[in-house]
């Protein structure tokens, strides 16, 4: 069959990756793609927001199923779409892909399965979060101690999370959700809620809304820089499998996080299928869900496919038929893996595009090495340019997990491009 993937991340290229090695597959497009998934798949030059036009392409080219990567299309009802005009297609339909869209609705959602989570409070406006702040909070100090996460309750392209530690960091994190609408309408509506202590580590599960298939769990680097300093980006490397999380963890976030969370929406009458990713904080409090995306993660997808040896197109096109239980156990390389970020200068800020990468190719030749690329374009010159803030996703595979970070930066070292610049640290947790 043909297959179409929807985006133009290092997750779509992955994806396009991935799906480009079943034996069921012919070709696989990728709308609109980057540089890097014109290498490994058929770039489509579509407006990646006009889905009339993508129902068109894939009645014309016999695609027999599509996936779609990013979260926005998904929110957009994408899925309805396609299904609509009695297309295959995989991942959740809109009203239940409000579990990433909306905060507020996961929140909902997961206290609706009784699933543990942080303590949170709804606002429409900044002065009441401002009073209420005061109120818990009443020192007069800027500096006063004041653990609480400020969420826009929209999308914003990983952005929309401030953690904050003091008094004056939560009140600047309303001010600009709520009165400067740095998220836009994202911000409408937006939550705080009590900051967690531990640990992050990503769950991911497939499901058609009746079966649950759990992913080896992975470790997201969402701080900008060493250490886990700096502002929050949509994740500048990850590993996996994450020792953080054992095998009693994970037996215990699929009876307490994955099943009563796809109950939950079933009673709703928002049935989920596609992938429900758990962001999870272990720590002195036990597990509790920070959030949920409804896809795959980026980067969390790019180790994850290096490792699963299952063909990936036989799961996707299972949870589309919504016959998920006819799947065999996947199978997974044993060898963990670790990806690293690079990103444009400037980056989660603004940042300069249309510069020149070196080095791809000499990367691509480390061994157990692969550049997934993100955002890249080719220039006018023919050359692979950065077009994004997240560039590319350098992720290897070893034996063990030094062997794996040690490779992925060896290749890191040898690409560059004028302000190119990448976090030195990512795995280091786990070591």
């Not at 905060?103 to 543990?116: Q, S």
């Not at 009443?138 to 392209?157: F, H, I, Q, R, W």
């Amino acid at each position: 069959m043909n297959v179409l993937v929807v985006g133009s991340g290092g997750r779509e290229h992955a994806l396009a990756w991935k799906i480009s090695q079943s034996s069921r597959v012919k070709d696989v497009f990728v709308a609109p793609g980057n540089a890097g998934t014109a290498l490994d798949a058929v770039n489509v030059d579509l407006d990646p927001d006009d889905y009339s036009a993508m129902v068109r392409y894939a009645k014309a080219n016999a695609v027999g199923l599509t996936i779609v990567g990013p979260e926005v299309p998904l929110a957009d009802g994408i899925v309805d779409i396609f299904k609509d005009e009695g297309l295959k297609i995989f991942g959740p339909a809109k009203p239940a892909a409000q579990l990433e869209a909306s905060k507020v609705f996961c929140k909902e959602i997961l206290n609706a399965g009784n699933v543990p989570t942080a303590d949170y409070w709804e606002f429409h406006d900044a002065d009441a979060a401002i009073e209420m702040i005061h109120d818990r909070y009443p020192g007069e100090s800027p500096n006063t101690a004041c653990p609480m996460v400020v969420k826009a309750d929209g999308l914003a392209a990983g952005k929309g999370v401030t953690v904050c530690s003091k008094k004056h960091e939560v009140l600047e994190a309303v001010e600009l959700i709520a009165r400067d609408k740095v998220f836009g309408d994202a911000g409408t509506k937006f939550i705080i809620e009590e900051k967690l202590e531990g640990q992050e580590a990503s769950i991911l599960a497939i499901t058609d809304g009746q079966t649950i298939i759990p992913l080896p769990a992975c470790q997201d680097h969402k701080p900008a820089y060493d250490g886990d300093t700096g502002p929050n980006t949509g994740g500048m490397g990850a590993y996996c499998p994450a020792p953080l999380v054992t095998e009693d963890d994970m037996s215990w976030v699929a009876e307490n996080v994955l099943v009563p969370t796809v109950h939950a929406l079933k009673a709703n009458r928002t049935p989920f299928q596609g992938v429900l990713y758990a962001g999870l904080m272990k720590g002195p409090q036990g597990i509790k869900v920070l959030e949920y995306n409804v896809r795959f993660g980026d980067p969390e997808c790019q180790p994850l496919l290096m490792r699963l040896r299952s063909d990936l197109v036989d799961v996707l096109e299972a949870v589309a038929d919504q016959d998920l239980a006819r799947i065999d156990p996947l199978q997974w390389d044993p060898r963990p893996a670790c990806c690293v970020v690079m990103a444009s200068q400037g980056y989660p800020g603004s940042y300069e595009k249309g510069r020149v990468i070196s080095g791809l190719d000499d990367a691509a030749n480390v061994e157990n090495v692969k550049v997934f690329h993100a955002g890249t374009t080719v220039g006018k010159s023919g050359a692979i340019i950065n077009n994004g803030g997240r560039v590319l996703g350098v992720t290897a595979i070893g034996e063990d997990l030094k062997t794996a970070q040690v490779s992925a930066y060896q290749a890191a070292k040898l690409i560059e491009w004028r302000g190119s610049w990448y976090r030195t640290d990512i795995a280091n947790k786990a070591l």
